[in-house]
């Protein structure tokens, strides 16, 4: 029988990669999203790499009669839920519109799933739930303690998703906390297309080796490191990708929450990323060293035995795979999906 599944956001980064792990998969792909923060130009390039086009309809997550719509009209057993807005200062300075769609939405899906008699909900949480007390490797039992409005968004809805698994046993639900997603599809037709100047560090430094910005600003490089930069757990979003097809395939025999770390257990430096993407590029990225970003911890990495152990994933992709496949994308395409 076919499977359907409903993915939420899967025209933004992570989910139009994991639409195409879906449906390589053999899954039929159902897609929601606002476009408020992707277009709907990624549909043609995900046809071009898979061999046919998901369906795509155009709706805020927070309408819910059109979501039970969506769920009456096609036999969907399952959701994949990337749907929100991840900007982290952005949520510091607008945090009611941050707590208003991301929570909104889910308790949204949440609603039309219930109705719909639809239990089976994979979603996006982050290494960003964890408190900054705790000591890397992040495992999932770590203590908790987001420390802004977008982290805080996610871990409500962790334990509103926790609670619902608790109170009715049909219900399998799994949470993913993503480390750092980078790179893009080999081919290059898809990847991330941050609007304006971007906030995380690979597309920044891209941005910089296109010299489409004069340099990078790296921030701090006095944290007790090894060569004082900041440490992440970077991971190519295609392994990203491929960690919710084997989270769903667990819970599609399972039932209750679980969460599992998506990271490669490895950590580097912002200066060993810089001078990877330098290899990849052949050329010196500008760069200057300035004072800290508030709320930065210095060492972020994720213990990856739980995902390893009960769904046969690990990622597979090496830094320097990600940068050439980064690179690969923002040559091909400058201006995004424009
Ligand atoms: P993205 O912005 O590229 O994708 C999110 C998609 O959701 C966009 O296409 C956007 O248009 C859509 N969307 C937002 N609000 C909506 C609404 N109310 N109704 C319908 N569609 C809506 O982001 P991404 O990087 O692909 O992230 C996907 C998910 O993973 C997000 O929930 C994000 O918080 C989470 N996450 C991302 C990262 C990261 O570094 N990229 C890390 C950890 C967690
Ligand atoms: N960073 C930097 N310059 C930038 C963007 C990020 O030096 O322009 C640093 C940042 O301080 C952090 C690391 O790069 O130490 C990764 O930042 P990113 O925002 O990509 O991920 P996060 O900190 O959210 O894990």
Same mark, same amino acid.
């Given at each position: ?58 709706? #805020? ?77 992040? #495992? ?86 090894? #060569? ?111």
């Amino acid at each position: 029988m076919e499977k359907f599944t409903l993915v939420t956001g899967g025209t933004g980064y992570i989910g139009s990669h994991t639409s195409v792990a879906l449906m390589e998969a053999g899954y039929q792909v159902v897609i929601v999203d606002n476009l408020v923060n992707s277009s709907k130009k990624i549909l043609s390039r995900i046809e071009q790499i898979t061999g046919s086009a998901p369906v795509f309809i155009e709706a #805020d997550l927070r309408d819910t009669s059109t979501i039970i719509e969506i769920f009456s009209d096609y036999p969907i057993t399952s959701v994949v839920h990337f749907a929100g807005l991840k900007a982290v200062g952005e949520s510091v300075e607008e945090p009611v519109k941050y707590y208003d769609n991301n929570l909104g939405s889910t308790l949204s899906l949440l609603d039309a799933m219930a109705l719909s008699e639809v239990s089976t909900l994979v979603f996006s949480s982050s290494a960003t739930v964890y408190s900054s007390s705790e000591i890397a490797p992040f #495992d999932e039992a770590a203590e908790l303690g987001p420390t802004n409005p977008y982290g805080m968004s996610k871990y409500f809805i962790e334990q509103i998703l926790s609670d619902i698994a608790l109170g009715d046993d049909e219900w399998s639900i799994g949470l993913l906390r993503y480390f750092n997603p980078i790179g893009a599809h080999p081919t290059g037709l898809i990847g991330e297309m941050p609007t304006g100047i971007p906030n995380n560090l690979v597309p920044y430094i891209m941005q910089v080796a296109f010299e489409k910005l004069e340099k990078l600003f790296i921030f701090g490089d006095d944290y007790e490191t090894p #060569d004082g930069t900041c440490i992440r757990d970077y991971i190519h979003v295609v392994d990203l990708a491929r960690g919710h097809l084997a989270a769903l395939q667990f819970l599609e025999d399972a039932n209750g929450s679980h969460v599992w770390n998506l990271g490669t257990g490895k950590g580097s430096s912002v200066l060993e990323l810089v001078k990877m993407v330098e290899e990849v590029v052949g050329k010196p990225i500008p760069r200057e060293v300035v004072g800290r970003r508030s709320g930065d911890i210095p060492v972020v990495f994720a213990d990856v035995e739980k995902a390893l152990n009960e769904l046969s994933w690990r990622a597979e992709n090496t830094l320097m795979q990600m940068c050439v496949d980064h690179w690969n994308w923002q040559r091909q395409n400058p201006d995004g999906y424009q």
